[in-house]
């Protein structure tokens, strides 16, 4: 005769145990995730091309970033919101164009030696090529963001994070911005 649960020797007591361990097992609640109504919505906008009184601020603070770094009296926040917008651009740029995602690249090499000159001398600054390279970079950047949706941008931030914080940090960042606006509920 097969019963449907295993029993331990003779054990009534152990049998009845294990039925109600079963029965609370089927009892539990499925867990549920919260639905977002406006997920579609957000994602339809996120989709359509940046307001350009949105996207001026970002151009004139990377400018001022980049005129901080040129004169050596900035600090590394400056130097780091730079590097990541020129960084996020170079992955829209491998998607757009090989020439352009090459001058990206060149910005980013003198990106590394303003850094090295930050490092050996305590000061930033560029040297004469790498101020140029970086100068036409702001150019292409500002162009590249215009071109681009806000969904396009955030995917490129995205894969800047995993490839400088490692992969999956920008799911782990997602899920704590998640959490904070769901005021530390559920998600998990």
């Not at 980049?66 to 960084?87: E, K, P, Q, V």
């Not at 992969?167 to 959490?179: D, M």
């Amino acid at each position: 005769m097969s019963h449907p649960f295993a029993t331990l020797p003779d054990g009534r007591a152990q049998r009845r145990a294990q039925l109600r361990a079963m029965t609370r097992m089927q009892r539990k609640p499925a867990r549920t995730t919260a639905v977002d109504p406006a997920a579609p919505l957000r994602k339809l906008f996120n989709a359509a091309p940046h307001d350009p009184a949105e996207i001026a601020g970002e151009h004139v603070k990377m400018r001022t970033c980049f005129d901080r770094l040129r004169a050596g009296t900035t600090d590394t926040d400056d130097f780091d919101h730079l590097a990541i917008t020129i960084n996020m651009c170079k992955v829209r740029a491998l998607e757009i164009d090989d020439t352009l995602a090459d001058m990206l690249e060149r910005a980013q090499d003198a990106m590394d030696r303003c850094k090295e000159r930050y490092n050996r001398l305590g000061r930033f600054g560029f040297d004469g090529p790498g101020m140029l390279q970086v100068l036409d970079s702001l150019d292409a950047c500002e162009a590249i963001i215009d071109a681009s949706s806000p969904l396009q941008m955030s995917k490129a931030r995205d894969i800047v994070a995993d490839q400088i914080y490692g992969k999956g940090t920008a799911a782990r960042l997602k899920q704590e911005v998640k959490r904070a606006r769901m005021g530390g509920r559920g998600a998990a």
